[in-house]
């Protein structure tokens, strides 16, 4: 067989062995003579030889003598030599290649999730049984060379989806020993990642109509039966009064000039705010969902209204001679004004052009409202009532009559509007923990499936797509708009405290054409069909409490209640009694939260008696409140025995509180601890 030198024999020193014969015996003289040097050595016993030389000799000589010398036993010299042959190799070279690791090179979500087998081949004096390592995210994954010098090896998605690039080396030694190693760089791309989704949005509950008389009472209507309950008297006559959007009560005095005032909910008291300065009389007053106040009067022209001071700026005009019979509706953007000649005239507030809605109606139309989505009543002087549709530009009399004294003024509801009837945001926006592409292409949503749009999600972008309980507008880049829709049985048959999802699937794509799937889940929380009481305190059920324009307490009581602080700095506290049980607990949602701080004017959480055992620190705290944001408001889950104490546990919440429009993890709040800090440091948290 072929001997070889390899380079660690040509920098060490080598044995050479041999064996003698004939005549030749123990004690005979034997000489190599290699590359220029002699090397003197003796027969063994047993006839052998074993010589140690250099190997740099033998590296630079590959054919060299040996000989053999000495007598015989008759006393006869002899010499014996013989040639011997060897192959010099020091290097040894190897090479390897990753295959792709999928068909396009492309890791996609999916495959992210499982095993990825890696794949390749190797070359040079690489053969199969050598080491391959594959270093991938600070792992190693190792096997051997196959037959036909290739490997294959399963490696984890995840840890493929960690990075773009990993290495793979070969290692071993070539036919003469000599070692190699030989590393390949594989580089990959990486597909989007498309994570689920949550929102809330929340149905509206039955809207209650307020009224107001010609001897200042104040009390809610039902527009079905024309039945009137009293709240209380306010002291004086209003030509009109309004809901904020808070749920405070507005009024506009029935006087030459007008005055603004503040109307407790719960009692029909008035605060005076200041007078309606530079309008003149004005009999007609409604509030938009984002808090802003309009009032209109005989001279047919419109006014925004300060709601701290009264002061009035007019904003347009529904057209010359068009004077007020005695209300305004705000729908779609749009106020709507009775009008003293039987019309209902729309002014446009994106546009300011004033038309006529609606015709043919009495001229003493003093009272309007919107009692739902898209649904508005009217009542006459006489209490005739009308059911109104704005869209169709229609009014029909209902049969229902309010008739008798005291004569109604004006009609207050709500406007339905807001982030509780629709809500918008982004399925791919740059937030940790959100749909991302890891190799930083722009994403693209490119299909959504729900309802009437059925998968795969090829189709749907730009256009609204018909969910359950609403519909979806989702665009390429993400941006989404979800509106509730409250005519839908589905909606109507949930009741206080009831929640349903929406669930749409959607597909992202990146610019290599790559996809993932997710869902957008809308959560819709129910409510009563039937109005609540409204007062600053609640019972035993699910309440509505509505707030002044003064600094008030707001005990929800038991039950899924409603809150709306109005203006001030309110305190919303909590009771042991009004908790839930572990596992389902009661949800109270408060719709205008100030984050200010206390002494700024903003709203305060009262948890001392709902909290048992606990201190003021925030290591005791976080053993019983935690924080996540979810679909827009912040959710305080609560466990009032402090069964956090292990960490977050659902089945230990026995309260929720549900911060609509708020983000309390804003400003790198990321942690319960961290916000519950910046409560107390706030005076926004109340505990013993």
Request: hydrophobic share 40%; net charge negative; glycine share 14%.
């Amino acid at each position: 067989p072929t001997t070889f030198i390899n380079d660690i024999d040509a920098r060490g020193q080598v044995t050479v062995t041999g064996v003698v014969g004939g005549d030749a015996a123990p004690g005979d003289g034997v000489v190599l003579r290699i590359n220029g040097t002699t090397y003197v050595g003796s027969v063994l016993p047993g006839n052998t030889f074993s010589i140690d030389v250099s190997g740099a000799d033998l590296a630079v000589d590959t054919r060299f003598l040996a000989s053999v010398s000495g007598f015989d036993d008759a006393g006869n010299p002899f010499v014996g030599t013989a040639l011997s042959e060897h192959t010099v190799d020091r290097t040894a070279s190897a090479t390897i290649t990753v295959d792709n690791i999928t068909a396009d090179d492309l890791l996609t979500a999916s495959e992210a999730a499982g095993m990825v087998p890696v794949t390749g081949t190797v070359g040079g004096d690489a053969a199969p049984g050598d080491a391959v390592v594959l270093s991938i995210n600070g792992n190693s994954y190792v096997t051997t060379v196959l037959p036909g010098n290739t490997f294959s090896v399963n490696v984890a998605g995840a840890d493929l989806a960690a990075g773009t690039q990993f290495t793979a080396t070969v290692s071993g030694t070539d036919a003469a020993g000599n070692p190699f190693t030989a590393t390949d760089t594989s580089t990959h791309r990486l597909g989007p990642v498309a994570v689920d989704d949550r929102a809330m949005v929340y149905e509206l509950p039955a809207q209650r109509i307020h009224y107001n008389d010609s001897a200042g009472n104040i009390g809610t209507v039902d527009p079905t039966t024309g039945t009137r309950t009293l709240i209380g008297n306010a002291g004086r006559v209003f030509g009109d009064i309004a809901v904020g959007s808070t749920g405070t009560l507005f009024g506009i005095s029935f006087e030459t000039p007008s005055a603004l005032y503040s109307i407790n909910p719960a009692t029909g008291a008035a605060t005076r705010i200041g007078p309606v300065s530079g309008a003149g009389f004005v009999n007609a007053l409604v509030a938009s969902p984002d808090g802003r106040l309009f009032a209109a009067g005989s001279s047919g022209d419109l006014f925004q209204l300060s709601t701290t001071t009264g002061a009035a700026t007019r904003i347009g005009s529904f057209g010359a001679g068009q004077a007020s019979a005695g209300d305004l509706l705000f729908a779609d953007n749009a106020l709507y004004l009775s009008t003293d000649s039987g019309t209902i005239r729309k002014f446009d507030l994106a546009t300011g052009i004033a038309t006529t809605a609606v015709s043919g109606l009495p001229n003493d139309l003093y009272n309007l409202a919107q009692t739902d989505v898209g649904t508005y009543v009217g009542s006459t002087s006489g209490g005739q009532m009308y059911a109104i549709d704005l869209a169709a530009g229609t009014a029909v009399r209902t049969g229902v009559s309010t008739a008798r004294a005291p004569q109604m003024y004006g009609f207050a509801a709500a406007a339905v509007g807001g982030p509780l009837v629709t809500i918008t945001g982004d399925v791919t926006p740059t937030t940790a923990g959100q749909d991302r592409d890891p190799d930083g292409s722009t994403l693209a949503v490119v299909g959504v499936v729900a309802g009437d749009v059925p998968a795969p999600a090829a189709t749907g972008v730009g256009a609204v797509i018909n969910g359950t309980y609403g519909t979806l507008t989702i665009a390429a880049d993400g941006s989404y708009s979800y509106a509730l829709d409250h005519s839908r049985a589905a909606v109507q048959s949930l009741g206080a405290g009831q929640v349903a999802n929406d669930v749409f699937t959607y597909t992202i794509s990146d610019a290599d054409g790559a996809v993932d799937t997710a869902t957008l889940t809308v959560q819709v929380n129910g409510a009563s069909e039937v109005p609540p009481p409204v007062s600053t305190t609640g019972g035993g059920a699910n309440d509505t409490l509505a707030g002044g324009i003064g600094a008030e307490t707001m005990l929800g009581g038991a039950g899924n209640d409603l809150m709306s602080g109005g203006l001030g700095a309110d305190v919303f506290a909590w009771r042991l009694a009004d908790r839930g049980a572990s596992g389902a607990p009661a949800v109270d949602t408060i719709t205008d939260f100030s984050v200010a701080s206390r002494a700024a004017g903003g709203d305060v959480l009262d948890l001392r008696d709902l909290l048992q055992g606990e201190n003021s620190s925030p290591g005791s705290l976080d053993n019983y409140l935690h924080f996540r944001v979810e679909g827009g408001a912040t959710i305080v889950d609560i466990s009032s025995s402090g069964g956090f104490a292990a960490g977050y546990s659902a089945a230990a919440v026995d309260q929720q509180i549900v911060l609509a429009g708020v983000d309390l993890s804003a400003g790198g709040l990321t942690t319960d601890q961290l916000i519950i800090q910046d409560l107390l440091n706030r005076n926004k948290l109340i505990t013993d």
